[in-house]
Nanobody, 122 residues
């Protein structure tokens, strides 16, 4: 019904930048929040950043000041600008969204993308 497609991952040297994109498509009435999580090898998935429909943002302490989340509501797309990347940022990054698929009766889904790999070399 609803799909999230991520792009923009890759290999970058420490100190470099990458921009991730995630586009939602399908039976969408509206999107409440969108966010990025990451999972490094041997570690649990963790929240990186999230943004609400009225542009309130939340960041993990480890990325504050380096990463910026933004969204284009007209395109149902969320972005993650990652600057000053560190080897510790290496992980698979997953996009997720809380999508309203019907208004009456109200029905929402939590949807996840397939993930995109970010590798930061030292």
């Amino acid at each position: 019904q609803v799909q999230l497609v991520e792009s923009g991952g890759g290999l970058v040297q420490a100190g470099g930048s990458l921009r991730l994109s995630c586009a939602a498509s399908g039976s969408i009435f509206s999107i409440r929040s969108m966010g990025w999580h990451r999972q490094a090898p041997g570690k649990q998935r963790e929240l990186v950043a999230a943004i609400t429909s009225d542009d309130k943002t939340n960041y993990a302490d480890s990325v504050k000041g380096r990463f910026t989340i933004s969204r284009d509501n007209a395109k149902n797309t969320v972005y993650l600008q990652m600057n000053s990347l560190e080897p510790e940022d290496t992980a698979v990054y997953y996009c997720n969204a809380i999508v309203v698929v019907a208004a009456n009766p109200f029905r929402s889904l939590e949807v996840w993308g397939q993930g995109t790999l970010v590798t930061v070399s030292s």
